[in-house]
């Protein structure tokens, strides 16, 4: 049972657009989400999160929009650049300042184009 | 320079045998992880530890074992009841004092079995 879903294999964005990357949860426990990115062979480094109490959450480039109702969230990168082509996986955590156990998903691998 | 080592990056093992893969942080983090990543698949739990001489089972425990005798270590044994043993894994750590609980990813170590 996959409880965090990202349903896009694959994203191929233009350079200087915007890149929007979903990921969608079906445990309702969840109250802390991830995005980390990935180049091949190497570990999973951390990009940003939100918490469940709030809606967005913004770092640089990089926005974080939760919709709980929907049980749906959203990573955008604007404006998208080379560098950002790598694998993204979204996690989701439901136990909270113990060690949690993060939930992945099976990750988007965003091309960004010239 | 603060962060997560693993040993060796690339790691290969004749069937039947065991084999430990190293896991050392200097975060002072309390958590620390395992994962484990198939291609095309997100990252599976192994197992986790929140402090010394103590440890959890995660999704896929079958076949591994780990010890945390100091908090800077966790070592995962990739025992020869592992069916399916070649893959990318990945250790990580967190620290337990905030609110939230980011996970930092160590470079993985890739095991393959011959």
């Known amino acids: 049972d996959q409880q965090v879903k990202q349903n896009s294999p694959s994203l191929s964005v233009q350079e200087g657009r915007i890149s929007i990357l979903n990921c969608d949860y079906t445990?309702?426990?969840?109250?802390?989400f991830l995005w980390y990115k990935k180049y091949p062979a190497e570990g999973p480094t951390f990009l940003i999160s939100?918490?469940?109490?709030?809606d967005k959450n913004e770092d640089g480039r990089f926005t974080v929009f939760l919709n709980k109702s929907a049980k749906h969230l959203s990573l955008h990168i604007v404006p998208s650049q080379p560098g950002d082509s790598a694998v993204y996986f979204c996690a989701a955590s439901a136990e909270t300042g113990t060690a949690s156990k993060l939930t992945f998903g099976t990750g988007t691998r965003l091309q960004v184009t010239l | 320079d603060g962060g997560i080592t693993q040993s060796p990056k690339y790691l290969f093992r004749k069937e039947g045998q065991n084999v430990t893969l190293s896991c050392e942080q200097n975060l002072n983090h309390d958590a620390m992880y395992w994962y484990r990543q198939d291609p095309g698949q997100g990252l599976r739990l192994i197992y986790y530890?929140?402090?010394?001489?103590?440890?959890q089972k995660g999704d896929i425990a079958e076949g591994y074992s780990v010890s945390r005798e100091k908090k800077e270590s966790f070592p995962l044994t990739v025992t020869s009841a592992q069916k399916n043993p070649t893959a990318f894994y990945l250790c990580?750590?967190?620290?337990?004092?905030?609110?939230?609980?980011?996970?930092?990813f160590g470079p993985g170590t890739r095991l393959t079995v011959l």
């Open positions: 530890s929140q402090i010394v001489n103590d440890f």
């Open positions: 990580a750590s967190s620290s337990l004092r905030g609110l939230t609980d980011t996970q930092y």
């Open positions: 445990n309702s426990m969840f109250d802390y």
């Open positions: 939100i918490s469940s109490i709030k």
